[in-house]
């Protein structure tokens, strides 16, 4: 009997213990929160226009930090050569031969074509995952009210551009929250008074505070450095004014609307200083990015919020900028509509304290269509939709990379039809892809980043493998196909 009731005693502390540990376990999932997560996506910023990447007419110290306190990546690549298709791959995790939007197709109105409403996104993902969301700066796949529209697809707040030609124009007359204009005071496309950048990075910082006791991610699409060019007279533009050779851009224009009621219009402002003033929008969106880190210190959240930067493709010349000069490109070939290097490998940095080793730096092959399986191993919600990434969450982890891209596959709209692919080391490159028998360069981007030696002629068998795969990665589209020349350069 003895014997007995000691048993049944050490039974009910032994379901006292497990009752105990199943509430500490409960508890701790419960208090347990998933990281903050922002994604900074600058605008036409090139490989080579961070000081970390080399820059070394102006510097970014603010970015610099981010990347001595995280992982800096040298072979990442953005979604495309331009503005939209490579935000929609950004958006749906997939190349730019499955990604829905495949070209800058503009709309009679305002805004661009939408991307899908049956499009799955990061920003439906992270919302899957109990996440708050915001967007902040230019959107570019949807008008507003539309299927596309960044409110349509996953956030829960948008502030700033909803059509990529409207964000041409830094002193725009109004901006967009959700569905309502924003009006700039002193702005009529003409007068030149609020700076629409300075605001959206308000409501950006603004979204932050708000949600500092919530788990939130944060879009933030800025428009700089794209042209045109022109900054408000402040001190940091007085910091570059007199340090570069000028040469007056287009000095005979006015500062007159091309937007407002004709939309269909475009040209770029005036400049007499371009150089100072592209520094001076390099140098602003630094701040920026300084401000969001201080802002994530002051609330006591920086431990807990991964902090991604990357920009959408290459370095643009239209305004008056003059990517030579800053040697934008890093020493890569091409610019902004360019398959090569130059065009489309982006500035990719990731910072995580405590989780991400501060000052590392990550060969790892890489492009936005694996920010998708990223976050989606990352939050652990399940992604129903399929995606052409892979997730490099072990690399940013300091764990071993084991699943790596078979190849990396590009198309673009754009004079004739341009397609690439990466294949190892091997990059295939194909001009006026659509005509028949175009020729495909071949470099090898071990020995020659630049791609000046085109092997094409001494590797017949890798050329013949890389034309099977531009053939096969891509499905056509109806909305873009292939062969329809008339899409948008803009």
């Not at 092997?455 to 062969?483: C, G, N, T, W, Y």
């Amino acid at each position: 009997m003895k014997a007995t009731r000691i048993y049944v005693g050490l039974l009910f502390i032994v379901l006292l213990s497990s009752c105990a540990s199943t509430t500490r376990n409960t508890a701790k999932s419960k208090t347990t929160k998933q990281p903050n997560i922002i994604y900074i996506l600058a605008d036409d910023l090139g490989y080579g226009d961070l000081s970390s990447y080399g820059q070394t007419k102006f510097t970014t110290p603010n970015i610099d930090n981010l990347a001595e306190g995280g992982m800096k990546f040298t072979q990442h690549y953005s979604g495309s050569a331009v503005c939209a298709p490579s935000r929609s791959s950004l958006m749906s995790g997939q190349h730019t031969g499955h990604t829905p939007i495949r070209g800058n197709k503009e709309l009679e109105t305002e805004g661009q074509t939408s991307i899908p409403a049956a499009t799955y996104t990061i920003a439906e993902l992270l919302k899957d995952a109990g996440y708050t969301t915001g967007a902040f700066g230019k959107w570019g796949l949807g008008a507003i009210g539309e299927e596309g529209d960044a409110i349509n697809q996953g956030f829960d707040e948008f502030y700033g551009y909803n059509c990529q030609r409207a964000a041409h124009r830094y002193y725009p007359e109004y901006i967009w929250h959700n569905n309502e204009k924003v009006f700039l005071e002193g702005n009529d496309w003409t007068n030149k008074v609020t700076y629409a950048p300075d605001k959206i990075q308000e409501a950006t910082l603004q979204f932050i505070e708000n949600n500092k006791d919530n788990t939130f991610f944060a879009y933030v699409p800025l428009i700089l450095p794209h042209a045109e060019l022109i900054a408000p007279e402040d001190s940091i533009i007085q910091k570059f004014r007199g340090k570069y050779p000028e040469k007056a851009y287009d000095k005979t224009k006015r500062y007159v609307s091309d937007y407002g009621p004709d939309i269909k219009k475009q040209m770029y402002c005036p400049q007499e200083i371009p150089h100072a003033t592209f520094a001076s929008m390099v140098y602003r969106t630094d701040i920026y990015v300084g401000q969001i880190m201080s802002k994530l210190k002051e609330l006591g959240i920086d431990d807990n919020t991964i902090v991604m930067f990357a920009s959408d493709n290459g370095p643009h010349q239209e305004g008056g900028a003059d990517p030579k000069f800053f040697n934008s490109g890093g020493n890569l070939k091409g610019i902004k509509r360019d398959l090569y290097e130059g065009g489309i490998r982006t500035p990719f940095i990731v910072r995580w304290p405590k989780k991400i080793k501060a000052g590392s730096t990550s060969e790892h092959v890489s492009a936005f269509w694996d920010v998708m399986p990223t976050l989606t191993e990352l939050v652990e919600v399940e992604n129903a939709t399929e995606n052409d990434g892979i997730s490099f969450l072990p690399t940013l982890l300091g764990k071993e990379q084991v699943e790596q891209h078979p190849y990396l596959y590009w198309e673009l709209f754009t004079k004739g039809g341009r397609q690439a692919v990466r294949l190892g080391d091997w990059k295939g490159v194909r001009y006026k892809a659509t005509k028949p028998n175009a020729k495909i360069e071949l470099y090898n981007l071990s020995s020659d980043p630049e791609e000046t030696n085109n092997l094409s002629d001494q590797h017949p068998d890798v050329v013949a493998k890389i034309a099977e795969i531009m053939k096969e990665a891509r499905v056509e589209s109806s909305l873009f196909p292939f062969f329809d020349q008339k899409l948008s350069k803009k």
